[in-house]
């Protein structure tokens, strides 16, 4: 959605890293695949070693640095669980400057090689949690669905000792850290930014699903539920296992769920990822099997990518952000025509919409999207002027004074998002403090800094036009 939106009708080439790497890929397959039907042909082996020679100059954007072994107890206990209970993985646990546990390559892996294979029985679902003790007996309880099951599972068995997953859950954080637990003081960091009101609904609904479970529940089932494990800072903890952690996975019966998949769970997010499609289950060996989608030398971090997420879901659910490089972080922009039924009807006959959106000006190639200037510039359009549009308003020549009061009018409304964060801050303002007031001003940084970007661009626009 978001890559589509920013590309012009007069731009061509890859996208974004991971729809480069998905390109070669096809590439790769589709050479192999003749290569296998046919004898040996040289310019065939060419065209291979080519397409190796453009993933291997993918491998630039790999900037982490090495990890760390991380061999203690918990991390010692998962893996060999894993193991035991059939996970093959050529990746071990480490840990990285800037990312905390993550997973590394033990050996050279080659495009195509398998990277981790699960076994199902591992894989938690909905499906699996309805045919525990738990989930039949919440059958019972009116208005407990399957979302609301696997959490209420996920807190029970976090505390069993001789549970099947014990060690994969004794290899979890405390706390995972994400914006659903900042403090009072990290909220006023947020003061003025969008991302606050949705922290402040969110985490209101998360109550409110709360206090209709409990007390009831540890009323009816005392021994299921005792309260002491079962309090409300249990209940988020299980909903920020489920949102950093859950996969969407494809079932052999076609069914797509989120599911929690331990040891693959600490593959950290990235940009440049290693891996790229993971979440269809093989109904032959009845495993979830990861390919590499790119070369990846023994001792470095191995990333999957978690979608085209912004900063302030990233903040939300999984308790980081990216910099400045993040192409899917942008600031909606949503106009109210609804006094204007004429001008609605123009903008809906050009299929434009009226929800937009602007990104930083650092990303190449950089211009203020043709859909949301045409939008403004249909806007501020004069009667006469609106009446003569008689097609498509994208192949119109608008008048470069109208265009100018576009920009001018994007100007304000930008100018009015960035007055709203008040004082420009650094990532160094939070250095020293706790870690949601840090990572709350590195965002709120990041959103001022796309803002005075926005705003400079359609500041030169209006003073050249």
């Known amino acids: 959605m978001i890559e589509w939106y920013f590309l012009e009708e007069d731009e061509f080439g890859t996208i974004t890293f991971r729809n480069e790497l998905e390109a070669l890929n096809t590439v790769f397959a589709a050479l192999k695949c003749v290569k296998k039907a046919k004898e040996e042909v040289v310019a065939l082996n060419l065209l291979i070693e080519i397409v190796i020679q453009k993933f291997r100059l993918l491998e630039a954007a790999d900037n982490v640095e090495a990890g760390i072994s991380c061999d203690g107890d918990k991390e010692s206990k998962l893996l060999d669980w894993a193991r035991r209970e059939g996970i093959e993985s050529k990746l071990d646990v480490a840990v990285f400057d800037g990312f905390g546990r993550g997973l590394r390559a033990a050996v050279d892996i080659a495009v195509n090689d398998i990277v981790m294979k699960i ?88 109550r409110l699903e709360y206090e209709k479970l409990f007390p009831e529940l540890s009323n009816k089932y005392p021994s299921l539920f005792p309260e002491n494990q079962f309090t409300w800072e249990m209940y988020l903890w299980a909903c920020e296992l489920w949102y950093s952690n859950g996969l969407k996975i494809c079932f052999p019966d ?32 009845k495993s979830l099997i990861v ?32 910099g400045r490089d993040n192409p899917f972080d942008v600031v909606p922009i949503d106009l109210d025509l609804s006094d204007s039924p004429d001008r609605l009807a123009l903008i809906e006959k050009a299929n434009l919409g009226l929800s937009h959106m602007v990104r930083g000006t650092w990303l190449i190639p950089f211009r203020i999207p043709s859909r949301l200037l045409t939008t403004l510039c249909i806007a501020l359009m004069d009667e006469d002027e609106a009446r003569s549009l008689t097609f498509s308003p994208k192949h119109n020549r608008m008048r470069l004074q109208t265009e100018k009061e576009g920009y001018g009018f994007l100007f304000s409304l930008l100018s009015g998002m960035l007055d709203s964060l008040g004082d420009t801050v650094s990532p160094e303002d939070g250095e020293q403090l706790e870690w949601d007031v840090k990572l709350a001003t590195f965002f709120k940084c990041q959103q001022q800094r796309l803002l005075q970007s926005a705003c400079s661009y359609c500041s030169l626009a209006y003073e050249g036009l």
């Open 291 to 322: 390919h590499a989608a790119r070369p990846l030398n023994a001792g470095k971090q191995c990333f999957l990518n978690y979608g085209a997420l912004s900063n302030s879901h990233l903040l939300m659910f999984y308790g980081f952000v990216l």
């Open 119 to 206: 076994p199902q029985h591992l894989i938690i679902s909905e499906d699996f949690v309805d045919n525990t003790d738990l989930g039949l007996a919440l059958n019972d309880f009116e208005g407990v669905i399957g979302d609301t099951k696997v959490l209420l599972w996920s807190m029970r068995e976090r505390h069993k000792p001789y549970s099947m997953f014990a060690p994969y859950f004794a290899s979890l954080p405390d706390s995972f850290n994400t914006g659903l637990s900042f403090g009072i003081s990290a909220l006023q960091v947020l003061d003025g930014t969008m991302v606050l009101e949705e922290l402040m609904q969110a985490k209101e609904h998360l």
């Open 254 to 285: 076609g069914s797509i769920k989120t599911c929690l998949v331990p040891y693959m769970g600490l593959l950290n997010h990235s940009l440049h990822p290693h891996v790229t499609h993971y979440s269809k289950i093989d109904p032959e060996s």
